[in-house]
């Protein structure tokens, strides 16, 4: 059974910060770019970050660069997202996906998915 499970959701203050954690289960995905995806109430899923295996090379959505850094421990299997400086427009379920192959920024990449996590940022 092959399982992401996001943690670290919660509510926030504009200005603050959450750290999201995946925890991957049932397979390795050393060799898989991670990404970040959110989805706020009544909008489409929107990228948000990735982190890809070959090269190390990390990816933002513009709205978040800057603010937000995605990091992986292979070891551990596990990906995170720092996100700080959060803002009111940040508000959005946050999912953690895997991708074997294609672009890093578009859902159809990715074929492993967590179930969620809920970030709220208060004005």
């Known amino acids: 059974q092959v399982r992401l499970v996001e943690s670290g959701g919660g509510l926030v203050q504009a200005g603050g910060s959450l750290r999201l954690s995946c925890a991957a289960s049932?397979?390795?995905?050393?060799?898989?770019?991670m990404g970040w995806f959110r989805q706020a109430p009544g909008k489409e899923r929107e990228f948000v970050a990735a982190f890809s295996w070959t090269g190390g090379s990390t990816y933002y959505a513009d709205s978040v660069k800057g603010r937000f850094t995605i990091s992986r421990d292979n070891a551990k299997n596990t990906v995170h997202l720092q996100m700080n400086s959060l803002k009111p427009e940040d508000t959005a379920v946050y999912y953690c996906a895997g991708a074997p192959r294609g672009s890093v920024t578009m859902e159809s990449s990715y074929d492993y998915w967590g179930q969620g996590t809920q970030v709220t940022v208060s004005s």
């Open positions: 049932g397979r390795t995905f050393s060799a898989y770019t």
